[in-house]
C-alpha cells in the first residue's frame, strides 16, 4: 500500500481535507506515470468508487476493462495499426511512438459507456454524465490513495481493431483511456478557471459572478 494510503488509512479525514484533496486532483500525462501502482486493494477501492456515481434508473450505463500487462502487446498492435489507417507512410519511429503508449503507467483500463436499450426515458447524455461522475470518483479515490492520474482518447478508440479486441457491442461507446500510476515527475499543470468563468445566476448577464 502506498505511503499515502497507510496514512489515510492512519488518521480520519476532516471534510476540509478531503475538500482539499479534491481540489488538488490534477491530470499526470501517463508518460509520467510509473511503478508502484495500486495494489489489488486498492485497484478493488478505486473501480468501487464508480458505484456511487448519480445513475437514474440503476442502468449503471458504464464499464471499465482493464488491460493487464500480458495484454498491453496487443493493445501496442492496435496503435499501430490505427495510425497506419491514418497514415499509411507513416515511419518505424511513429509506429514504435504508438505502440509505447499502451505500455505507460502500472493500471490502464478502459472506460466504455453502455449506450443501448434500457430505459428509454432516461436520454443518452444523461448516462454520458453518469459515467463521466463515475470515473471522476475513480480519479478523486487515486488521488486519495497518493498515485497520479490521467484521461487520455484518440483516434484509435474509433477504430474497428480496438473494439474487436475489447470486445464492444453496437451499443458500446470507448470514451477514454484510465491510466493510474505514482508520479515520478512533478509538473505544475494549467491556471484553474476561476468559478465567475463557469458559473452565473439566472436573471443576471451570463458569465458573470452571481449576483450580489
Known amino acids: 500500500m502506498s505511503p499515502a494510503a497507510c496514512a489515510a488509512a492512519d488518521a480520519p479525514v476532516t471534510a476540509r481535507q478531503l475538500a482539499a484533496l479534491m481540489h488538488a486532483r490534477r491530470t499526470v500525462l501517463p508518460k509520467r506515470l510509473g ?8 485497484i478493488e477501492q478505486i473501480v468501487g468508487a464508480a458505484a456511487s456515481a448519480p445513475d437514474h434508473g440503476s442502468l449503471v450505463p458504464w464499464r471499465f476493462v482493464v488491460v493487464p500487462p500480458a495484454q498491453r502487446g496487443r493493445l501496442a498492435e492496435v496503435f499501430a495499426e490505427a495510425l497506419l489507417q491514418r ?43 453518469s459515467a463521466g461522475c463515475a470515473i471522476q470518483n475513480m480519479l478523486l479515490t ?14 484509435a478508440l474509433q477504430s474497428d481493431e480496438l473494439r474487436e479486441l ?23 499543470g494549467p491556471a484553474r478557471p476561476a468559478p465567475g468563468r463557469y458559473v452565473s445566476e ?10 450580489g
Open 166 to 188: 475489447f470486445a464492444l457491442g453496437r451499443h458500446d461507446e470507448p470514451l477514454c483511456f484510465i491510466s493510474v500510476g505514482s508520479v515520478l515527475a512533478e509538473k505544475a
Open 142 to 155: 487515486a488521488t486519495a490513495l497518493g498515485y497520479g492520474s490521467a484521461l487520455t482518447t484518440g483516434k
Open 202 to 211: 439566472l436573471g443576471c448577464a451570463a458569465r458573470h459572478p452571481p449576483c
Open 87 to 129: 497514415d499509411a507512410a507513416a515511419t518505424p519511429e511513429q509506429l514504435g511512438q504508438a505502440r509505447e503508449k499502451a505500455f505507460r503507467a502500472p493500471l490502464l483500463m478502459l472506460a466504455i459507456a453502455r449506450m443501448g436499450p434500457g430505459n428509454e426515458d432516461i436520454p443518452a447524455a444523461e448516462r454520458l454524465v
Open 35 to 42: 511503478a508502484p501502482g495500486p495494489e489489488p486493494v486498492e
